[in-house]
């Protein structure tokens, strides 16, 4: 069924994709320079700083919620308050840190990383 | 499962309204539908909260709808890491794809593998995956369809099958991505609306009897899931889950109807709001199911009979109407997914199988929804969230190691690619494909072999490094340009 003659990118599925964000070599920026910049690595690294170190401690935090519901039952059926117990509560904090670091990491790119970015974009413009 | 209890006159009723209101809203916005760009990315011209509501309603099958909550009925607490793997999803995607894939400009996986490596045979098989993820999610929402309509109006199963089918297929055609946004915007808000109002209602009528199943050792989360498999299988979920979701391809597409990374970031926060939300309702119900004597082992349709159980006597009235509103909920949840996933595979079989016209994403639309037709019609009982699962299991197993490596590490070669993707997606549908065919013979691996995630995911990341690192001297030189658009913003002048 796939031709062989079809083109890489054909033209009909262009169409809606808008020049910039053309990622071909023919691109208006040079990136390859950009990619060796000590700006651009200084970006990567605050990208990094971020997701990295809070991915390790969502997924650490998961686990201890496995562990301590498989291995520690006496402790996460205490009771709270009313019927509630602290497996749900332990349960139901998941779901509140999933959107915290969401938060977070949104006002994080939003005040560190896209200021950062775009000012290598400019200064690249510049350099053209 | 067939008990009966849901079948009424106002639950006819309500499903019918859904189906009225969703042809009506398709047709509203096929009007706004004229070009490719409409049809495929709905013209990137959906603002966040639009976009946020519409990718919820979509994510929120009826595996989150009435599988949630019979889980939390059969299982207790333990039940809750489906849900939580659910959101969790939406983190991942949101710390290593979203904005990046965003700015790629790519608006398909296969999409995105051309522009990341340049080469036509990995778009092919990407091609490929997204449509066998599409086909492994769609057969169980138009099985379960098939059900439902059978329980509640008492139509043979292929009735529903068939019009789940043609109703989804029509709105599709008709409007494409643009006029399904409105159609799964809508579809959210309805789905919420059909469980909370119910729970809300009980909680009220019910007092402190709705939450008496709490106090049972049912609720003490660690005994579910079936005893010695539990923690293993419980890793299992969790894995699928929390990397499946970035790999699913209705999900992605919808992604690239943002009009930048930035927007791509406030649309996940927005949606891990919605889910967690909903979620908080959906457990609600599978407890207040569970005290009120639901069945643990009735199914995925259990909740549609509690409303008419819990409320009796004075309150039959109020329990008819919830009930009538949990079958809205999840004739909603069955075409909002439902046609979610159309658009995505319609969209990558025009592109990459025909022209990408117009004309060419209606036909690809109607080719996209025959193959699960078909399966839907000769399943068996299947369990709604379970084969989602698998959905889950095979998109983690593939695209989650090809998007993340592919944008975060330069190295990745074409060979390591292909291989990655390939011996993890042939693990994960290997174990699903033995499971059924070893049936209970598998004894106590069958958790492994519904949940290959734990060890496929694995095996799919470290072939790709592998591979890459054996054959690194095929890194092109234009993949740093590449790189530096993905991690720079899309456009200077855009906000």
Redesign the interface.
Known sequence: ??SPR?S???T??R????S????S?R?ETD??H???TPE?AR??RA?RRF?FP??VA?LAW?LLY?LL???A?DF??TKVF????V??L???G??VT??G???L??RY??RKL?PQ??Q???EA?EHR | MNSGLGASVPSAVAVGLVVLATVLIGAYGQRLSR???DF??A??MVGPTWNAAAISGEYLSAASFLGVAALIVQFG??A?WY??GF??G???L???VA?PLR???A?TVPDFA??RW?S?RLR?LATVVVLVIVWLYLVPQLHGAGLLLQYLVGVPRWVGVVGVALVVTASVVAGGMRSITFVQAFQYWLKLSAVAVPVVVMIALLRGDA??A??TPW?????GFGGGA??PE??SV?IAT?LGTMGLPHVLVRFYTNSGG?AA??T??QV??LL?VF??CTVLLGLISRSAGADPAGGDLVILGVPARALDGSAATAGTVLAAMIAAGAVAAFLSASSGLLVAAAGVIS???L???VRDFRVAAVLGVLVPVAVALGAGGTDIVRVVGMAFGLAASTFCPLLVLGIWWRGVTVAGAAAGMLCGGGLALGAVTAGIVLGDRAGRWSWLLEQPAVISVPVAFAVMIGVSLATRRTVR??V??????L??????HHR
Not at chain 1, 20 to 23: K, L, M, N, P
Not at chain 1, 82 to 85: F, I, L, M, P, W
Not at chain 2, 219 to 223: H, K, S
Not at chain 2, 480 to 485: G, H, P, S
């Open positions: 069924m796939l079809r890489v990118t054909p009909t599925r169409s809606c994709v808008s910039e964000t053309d990622v070599g691109s990136f390859e950009l990619q060796a651009f970006l990567r990208l997701v809070m991915t969502f998961y496995v519901t498989a291995y039952r996460v059926s009313g019927s509630v117990n497996g749900f332990l349960g139901w998941q779901f999933t959107f670091i969401a938060i990491y949104s790119a939003d896209d970015a775009e290598i974009r400019e413009g | 070009t490719t760009g495929l990315v013209s990137r607490a333990d809750l849900p939580i959101t969790a939406y983190l991942a949101l710390l290593f904005a700015r790629s400009g608006y051309q522009i340049g036509l092919r939450f008496s709490l106090d609720a003490a989360p660690g005994l539990a923690l419980v890793y969790v929390f930035g970031r406030r996940t926060v891990i709001t967690v979620y908080f592109t990459d199988v022209p990408g016209r030189p234009e740093d340009a590449v790189l530096a658009r991690h720079l913003p899309g456009t200077l």
